[in-house]
């Protein structure tokens, strides 16, 4: 689980998706409010848009926030419980700074902030230091008190969020097959955007879990398997075409197919590359990402570009090299015609898509993309410092191939591994991947087994 290593007064205060913590532990008042000053020092535009997802302490951590963002003179416009990618659109849109306060799929104890830059992408790790060094300095803009800034609401914005995304897909030929989709938002944040997209697109829905309850009392907002249990079990009762889980602030869309059965991320952001690339078009992911991924770019002539592990790293990347398609092997799907940034419900409109286009059902679809078996293990390191770790894989496999985009990936014959730090935990990520699944097994323990003391 998370750790709470970031301490106020000193370095680091974003990690790999914004500052994470528990509230009044390292998310106090004083803390949020001063990180809101730091912010609104910062920013370039005069109007902050701030969006939370349904988190108990949402209006904590958010009033705390603006709290400080009004000191230094910006306006914040306030655009309520949406998903964080609704917030995104509007800061591209309207070329505002946003600020999202979330912990996406962490447990109800924790919120976070999240800055979203003026384009609509996450921001730069530089930026985020800018405002940390701010924060540290105490080097805000205080201002005078006759222009203190002022709050304004804007409850639109779920609307112009659904419209978007019907503009990038075939709705009328969605609408004509009259889908019947099961949609489990997890009590987060897309408990009223699915739903909408979702009868705006002539599908029948069931909804489930889709009261907003900053408890997450239904499920944990990870949408792994082990999580949608329920959303399996109404899918097995073979009513339905689809089902779709979001995580907690709906940047993310997971897919169950119509028999029940879970269909992994990779092969969600294959499936759109196979139906949705032209020839020529370049797609970014992280280096951890499953060769489906590769073998589909190769037959469709496809220019891969592979990053560090991160969805803003892939977002950014993307932006830089005008990709058409990225993402990540959880649900993370970032479509260049939309918006650089992960969309759950894009996501899950361009899955219903590829459905209409080619009348078929998700397992089929699915069931033609070649198959590997991508593997996930998180090791204890109980201390012990990456670089020893990373000595004992070089002497284990000295003479494979390996790649050091992101911490180690040794290649084998049939497969590969990547082994990396995590940024937040004690623990290497170790990732395997082959075709098939015995070896998938054997390569796991060989690196387990390298990386004991
Ligand atoms: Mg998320």
Redesign the pocket.
């Known amino acids: 689980m998370m750790t709470e290593r970031r301490e106020e007064g000193s370095g680091k205060l974003f990690g790999t998706?914004g500052i994470r913590g528990i509230p009044n532990e390292l998310l106090t008042f004083g803390f949020c409010s001063r990180i809101g000053a730091a912010i609104g020092t910062f920013a370039r535009s005069q109007t902050i848009a701030v969006a939370r997802d349904t988190r108990l302490s949402g209006d904590f951590i958010g009033s705390a926030v603006t709290a400080g963002v009004l000191s230094t003179g910006k306006d914040v416009v306030d655009l309520g419980t949406i998903p964080?990618p609704a917030l995104q659109l509007y800061c591209r849109n309207t070329h505002r700074f946003g600020i999202v306060i979330?912990a996406?799929?962490n447990p109800p104890q924790f919120n976070g902030i999240k800055c979203i830059d003026s384009d609509g992408t996450e921001l730069r790790s530089t930026d985020e230091s800018a405002i940390e060094d701010l924060y540290h300095r105490s080097d805000f803009l205080k201002s005078h008190w006759s222009s203190v800034g002022k709050i304004t609401r804007d409850d639109g914005q779920v609307g112009r969020y659904i419209e978007n995304i019907k503009s990038l897909v075939d709705t009328e030929r969605i609408r004509s097959r009259h889908y019947r989709v099961v949609i489990d938002t997890g009590n987060g944040a897309a408990f009223r955007s699915s739903p909408e997209l979702l009868t705006e697109l002539g599908c029948r829905v069931v909804s489930l879990n889709s009261n907003p309850d900053g408890l997450f009392t239904s499920r944990n907002a990870e949408p792994r398997p082990e999580n949608l249990s329920e959303l399996m079990l109404v899918m097995k009762s073979g009513g339905f075409d689809l089902g779709v889980a979001h995580?907690?602030?709906?940047?993310?869309a997971v897919f169950i197919d119509e028999s029940g059965k879970f269909v992994e991320g990779e092969n969600t952001l294959a499936l759109i590359i196979k139906y949705m690339a032209s020839e020529g078009d370049r797609i970014v992911t992280p280096v951890s990402s499953s060769d489906v991924i590769e073998e589909i770019c190769r037959g469709k002539s496809l220019r891969l570009i592979k990053t560090k592990v991160g969805a803003p790293i892939v977002a950014r990347t993307m932006m830089e090299e005008k990709a058409s398609l990225g993402g990540e092997e959880n649900g993370?799907v970032i479509i260049g015609d939309n918006q650089y940034c992960?969309d759950?419900g894009m996501t899950l409109a361009k899955v219903l898509d590829i459905m209409a286009m080619t009348e078929k059902p998700l397992s089929a679809l699915i069931g033609e993309l070649p198959r590997y078996i991508l593997l996930k293990k998180s090791m204890e390191t109980e201390g012990r410092p990456w670089s020893e770790l990373k000595k004992k894989l070089l002497s284990a496999f000295p003479d494979n191939r390996r790649d050091e985009t992101d911490g180690l990936k040794i290649f084998f014959e049939d497969g590969w591994s990547l082994i990396r730090p995590s940024g937040t935990e004690s623990v290497v990520r170790v990732y395997v991947n082959s075709k098939n699944e015995k070896a998938a097994l054997i390569l796991q323990s060989m690196v387990l087994n390298a990386l004991k003391p």
């Open positions: 998706n964080t979330t996406s799929h995580d907690g602030d709906a940047d993310r993370g992960r759950g």
